[in-house]
């Protein structure tokens, strides 16, 4: 199928293999990490290597069973899928069903793949992907789209993985808003001690990183009738399988349209220009009795010092999105998962 350039991130598609930009998501498949998967799969700009899984949104069998089978719907059964830690670093796991179904992923009744994942913990796949990266002279974008713990005990187990990274770009977080309480997102609510350690990391090992959090996470949508007119390619591929993730979320919060939530993330690595950031001092908060795993962006004037702040500067300095061209995403999720950008 012909690209057209006028596309946001198409052009990147008229290079070469090598000039597609290496990802490897860690997700918790998840219906709005299904989207996040279906557009990695597809877009031309990007290598998508492999595809990590971690309790979350459901249990972590059922996140590698949904990651599996999204893949086999994009046609990309070959992307390796490894399963990761089944709960958080200290508090039992706990799920959200209550958004994603019963099965972690609409509940959709979608033929499931009949695939194995990896012999290899999600944490030694990455390793494995990131060291090969760091030896082939490549650096590879993370984009994590769930709670921390694999990214956590990676970079804490294996630091040398960071000559392999060329940013992490993660879903989580917020500058002003909560969805897990109203003080703190999901993802970082549901292990915030691997939030912490993640970002700790990163600065002790230069990994630039960036926070696609809440403040800008809800803007990109796809209405019903977008996603009808997905459903309608049938087939069982990315189209149909889309347009139903889509559908279910619009019928489960009985709205005409649905945000593609984790994926925003993915577009945010094809077409950064989009996105609005500030680069900001950022902790986690590990206490507080009702602010635990909420993520403290300082937007002071002066970062703290220790003569004035008694918690002295962040280690932790990083990109925070702000602002969206949600439009510009909406239009990249849906022409690349309906096929519209070629390949
Ligand atoms: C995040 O939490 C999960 O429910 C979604 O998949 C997303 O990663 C949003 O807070
Ligand atoms: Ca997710």
Do not use: K
């Not at 557009?39 to 595809?51: C, K, Q, S």
């Not at 949904?66 to 830690?85: K, M, Q, S, W, Y």
């Not at 939530?261 to 993915?266: F, P």
């Amino acid at each position: 199928m012909p690209v057209d350039d006028s596309l946001p991130g198409a052009r990147a598609s008229t290079g070469s293999s090598s000039s597609r930009r290496p990802v490897v998501l860690d997700v918790d498949t998840g219906v709005d990490d299904a989207c996040a998967i279906l557009l990695a799969a597809a877009h031309p700009a990007l290598d998508l290597r492999a595809v990590t899984c971690v309790g979350g949104n459901a249990p972590v069998d059922d996140v590698v069973a949904n990651t599996l089978t999204v893949l086999d719907a994009a046609g990309r059964a070959e992307v390796p899928v490894a399963r990761g830690a089944d709960r958080p670093l200290l508090e039992p796991a706990a799920h959200a069903r209550h958004v994603h179904g019963e099965d972690g992923m609409g509940d959709l009744d979608w033929p499931r793949s009949s695939r194995v994942p990896d012999p290899r913990h999600a944490v030694e796949l990455l390793r494995d992907v990131l060291l090969s990266a760091a030896a082939a002279g490549e650096s590879v974008t993370l984009v994590p789209l769930a709670p921390l713990t694999n990214i956590a005990l990676l970079l804490r187990t294996y630091p040398l993985v960071a000559n392999g990274i060329r940013e992490i770009l993660f879903m989580g977080g917020a500058v002003a808003v909560g969805n897990a309480t109203a003080s703190a997102e999901f993802n970082i609510f549901h292990d915030p001690e691997a939030a912490a350690m993640t970002l700790d990391a990163a600065a002790e090992l230069a990994i630039p990183v960036t926070m696609y959090g809440l403040d800008v996470f809800y803007a990109p949508t796809v209405s019903r009738a977008e996603a009808a007119e997905l459903v309608a390619a049938g087939g069982r591929g990315s189209a149909e399988l889309g347009g139903r993730l889509i559908a279910f979320q619009c019928q489960r919060f009985d709205r005409p349209a649905a945000t593609i939530g984790d994926a925003g993330a993915v577009c945010a690595v094809i077409d950064r220009d989009a996105l609005t950031c500030e680069r900001r001092p950022v902790r986690v908060e590990l206490a507080g009795s009702w602010s635990r795993g909420r993520t403290i962006v300082d937007r002071r004037e002066w970062s703290g010092d220790r003569a004035h702040d008694p918690h002295g500067p962040a280690p932790g300095v990083i990109d925070v999105a702000l602002d969206v061209d949600a439009a510009r995403f909406s239009r990249l999720w849906l022409d690349t998962v309906a096929g519209r950008l070629g390949s």
